[in-house]
């Protein structure tokens, strides 16, 4: 439906409302493919921005792999302009659906951030701890900061730490908090 056109422009602008008071942070937002598709959607996003006195880079903006799947050619057009508006893009749920590592080179993304499902079994077994540790690598290589979402339990940080991840999120870390 048309409806996540209207929920993803009152996201927008709640982000933009919370940046006002939380000066000096940075806020990721999770954009849809459906977003991505409009034709204005880069224009709009930016002119929301810069009515509420912020900057670009004061936002990541978080996509899925299925955002890049679709069309591919008008994904990277229009992440481009993004990224050259200075918006942080970032490349979410990393290894989920049809992740191509491929897509690393081929967009402009600043972030990598690797699923829950690859942290969960960490320390468990070798095969876990070797996909995460190959993810940080492959990140570093490419420039890319790395998060790893989903840290749950002490021994999974230490994992991460041991493995040079220098950026992680979950429930360890903080609960979701209210704006």
Not at 66 to 94: Q, W, Y
């Amino acid at each position: 439906t048309g409806l996540i056109h209207d929920v993803g422009r009152v996201v927008i602008d709640r982000a933009c409302r919370d940046m006002q008071a939380w000066p000096g942070l940075k806020m990721a937002v999770n954009i849809s493919p459906v977003q991505l598709r409009e034709p204005n959607f880069a224009d709009e996003l930016l002119a929301t921005v810069e009515r509420y006195g912020l900057s670009p880079d004061q936002f990541e903006l978080e996509l899925t792999e299925g955002i890049l799947v679709n069309n591919p050619t008008i994904a990277k057009r229009k992440l481009a302009h993004l990224k050259e508006a200075g918006f942080s893009l970032s490349l979410d749920d990393f290894g989920t659906g049809f992740s191509s590592i491929g897509y690393l080179r081929q967009f402009p993304f600043d972030v990598l951030k690797v699923d829950r499902s690859f942290v969960r079994d960490l320390g468990l077994n070798t095969t876990a701890n070797a996909l995460i540790q190959s993810l940080v690598s492959l990140g570093d290589a490419l420039n890319l900061s790395v998060i790893a979402e989903g840290i749950e339990n002490e021994d999974q940080l230490k994992l991460l730490r041991l493995v040079q991840c220098e950026f992680v999120q979950g429930f360890l870390i903080s609960r979701p908090v209210p704006a």
